[in-house]
């Protein structure tokens, strides 16, 4: 069976990104959770989706101004020790030296089961030459994206759930482990876990 990650916690149970819905997700069955990460101004590693708050990018914002709701990725990553844990690194170009940032983060906490994604190749590869350790995963959600596979040396693919076939699944596995995102249709899940994907991102926790 794969693994089934919360997507932003439990988004249908409590507001998406905050520590009650990590914990929200865990307790009703999932294995873990996937969520965003932005930087603020100060150079902390926040949880949040969008590249605004009120209007102003994140990275305007110093940590202490942000809404308690918000939570550090670190305290994040304390409370969920023993969960499976799916960053997603937010990233823009250019680099405003987040991925330093993550890399030195992550080095105090076990890899078994965390492991980071990002929509940026820029990003992964930074991550790659700063800590060869840190488990990455590429989000794609458009065909040519595949062609950018072999050039990353990641270890996770994470196609939008409606690029799988397959066939397509068979292929990836042989050198990567596979997540498929948003999927919220449990006969579609049950399809994807028949293809043989590595975890399932879903918006569910609470209703399968």
């Known amino acids: 069976m794969p693994l089934l990650l919360g997507h932003r916690g439990a988004p249908r149970l409590a507001r998406e990104n905050t520590l009650e819905a990590f914990r929200l997700a865990l307790e009703k069955g999932m294995d873990g959770v996937e969520l965003d990460v932005q930087m603020t101004r100060d150079g902390v590693l926040v949880v949040h989706h969008d590249f605004t708050l009120e209007g102003r990018p994140l990275s305007f914002w110093a940590s202490s101004d942000l809404p308690p709701y918000i939570p550090r990725l670190e305290e994040v990553l304390s409370q969920l020790q023993g969960a499976y844990v799916n960053v997603e690194l937010k990233s823009l170009p250019p680099s405003d030296g ?111």
Do not use: Q
């Open 98 to 208: 987040r991925e330093k940032v993550l890399a030195e983060l992550l080095s105090r906490f076990s890899l078994e089961r965390i492991w980071v994604s990002s929509f940026d190749p820029f990003a992964l590869l930074r991550l790659r030459r700063l800590d060869p350790r840190i488990p990455l995963g590429f989000l794609l959600e458009v065909e040519e994206g595949f062609d950018l596979v072999p050039c990353l040396g990641v270890d996770w693919v994470h196609p939008e759930a409606g690029l799988l076939t397959e066939e397509r699944v068979r292929s990836l596995k042989r050198r990567h482990k596979v997540a498929a995102w948003t999927v919220n249709d449990p006969a579609r899940m049950e399809e994807l876990a028949r293809f043989g994907v590595d975890a399932l991102i879903t918006d569910l926790a609470g209703f399968l």
